[in-house]
């Protein structure tokens, strides 16, 4: 049976999960975008690397500081009115930032405070999100569904990313930053479209800090969950700034600006082959396959940092998303599978706090750091820890013994 008629006959015959992808496959779409609009924005109002490190941290940190207090709301009240909703907000917010960089009354604290705001508020639906796919398919569905939606999501930002640069060079910052905020409005029309009832949990904790420390008690329940997440922190550390601080830099001025969007499109064809590949490979012990597989992600800065032609940092980009996808999807499915549903938005929440909450720290340190040691030094530093943390995990045997449930 071929890839596409596996999608047509599995979970993409749910209208409720044809919505959800509908609606994050947009998102997804307007998402890559917004990061090397913003990139180049930044940079165009004379901003340095350090600059760009610290609009791009203060919108992280905005990210992180909400996420918790979403994945509690998630728990609590309508999963579709929070991404509803989120959606909504973020394209009020995406639209001014663009009316404000095409009218040329935007500057670095502008663009860093509509940056947090916007942060906070992607951030509150984003527990939600992850959790809503096990709401919209049949338990057999459910390793399908994950890496459908997978597939189809970044499938979105290969194009965006390939698309970016060119509108960026082509338009400016601001119309690139108004195709984002567009996104954002069909989004919301989609995810208006859902029809999965939220049934209140009983026993729902009064207090947040209560409804955090059940969610905190869960993460660590599984030592592969708090393990990994560790790992996660690591990797956003130091590659967090690799990407959206010297990338731009490195690769844009060496190659022009459209080079840096091609990068990260290849980055995202990696997303879609690996997405592809799990939707036929199931491994048995698929945590342990996509963990070995996560080590790959050192290839794309180690390319970055050693060659001086375009086609290796592609395929390092390539390997980094190959490695990265196929891991992720064994990641959600690991959790969808074996948290309690009544938890599973908070155990998101923790997932995406723990990964991200050092990112904002790599971010704003990134640009003094590689001007003190150099760019390429740096980015050498990044790849040898992305791809020594992965491989260090497996030395825990909750990962390498951690089974998929079959139906």
């Known amino acids: 049976m071929s890839t596409t008629t596996s999608v047509r006959t599995g979970p993409w015959r749910y209208p409720d999960f044809r919505n959800l992808v509908i ?10 975008i917004y990061p090397v609009a913003l990139a180049f924005a930044v940079l165009d109002l004379g901003g340095s690397a350090t600059d760009l490190g610290l609009v791009i941290a203060l919108f992280a940190l905005a990210d992180v ?33 663009a009316v404000l960089l095409v009218g040329g009354w935007a500057t670095l604290p502008v663009l860093a405070l509509i940056g947090m ?27 399908s569904a994950v890496a459908v939606r997978r597939v189809l999501e970044t499938g979105a930002m290969v194009v965006g990313f390939a698309f970016a640069g060119i509108l960026v060079a082509a338009v400016g910052s601001g119309w690139a930053i108004a195709v984002d905020g567009a996104t954002f409005v069909v989004a919301a029309l989609a995810f208006a479209r859902l029809r999965v009832p939220h049934t209140r949990p009983e026993g729902v904790r009064p207090s947040l800090r209560a409804d ?11 030592t592969w969950l708090w393990l990994l997440i560790a790992q996660a922190l690591l990797y956003h550390l130091f590659y967090g700034g690799a990407q959206g601080v010297l990338g731009p830099i490195v690769v844009g001025d060496e190659f ?21 590949v799990c939707l036929r490979w199931r491994p048995r012990h698929g945590l342990f396959a996509g963990t070995i597989l996560l080590s790959l992600t050192a290839t794309f800065p180690i390319a970055m940092a050693l060659s001086d032609h375009l086609l290796p940092i ?22 969808q599978q074996n948290i309690a549903e009544d938890k599973l938005a908070r155990v998101y929440s923790f997932d995406l706090v723990g990964s991200f909450v050092a990112r904002p720290i790599g971010l704003a ?3 003094p750091v590689a001007a003190a040691v150099g760019f390429d030094t740096w980015l050498l530093v990044v790849g040898t820890i992305m791809g020594v943390s992965a491989l ?6 909750d990962v390498r013994h951690l089974e998929r449930t079959t139906t």
């Open 65 to 97: 500081a909400t996420v918790l207090f979403g994945g509690v709301l998630g728990d609590r009240v309508s999963r579709k009115l929070m991404m509803e909703g989120s959606s909504a907000a973020c394209a009020v917010t995406q639209g001014l930032l």
């Open 256 to 276: 022009g600006r459209s080079a840096w969007g091609f990068a990260l499109g290849a980055l995202m064809v990696g997303f879609v082959v690996g997405g592809l």
């Open 365 to 367: 340190l990134t640009g």
């Open 392 to 397: 260090l995990a497996l030395l825990s045997p």
């Open 212 to 222: 955090l420390a059940e969610g905190l008690q869960e993460v660590f329940r599984h």
């Open 314 to 335: 592609l395929v390092g980009a390539f390997l980094h998303g190959l490695g990265l996808e196929i891991f992720s999807v064994n990641w959600d499915l690991s959790i």
């Open 117 to 143: 705001v916007t942060g906070c508020l992607g951030a509150l639906s984003k527990p939600s999100s992850s959790a809503m796919t096990r709401l919209t398919v049949p338990a057999e569905e459910l390793p």
């Open 23 to 32: 609606g994050t496959t947009t998102s997804a779409l307007g998402n890559a």
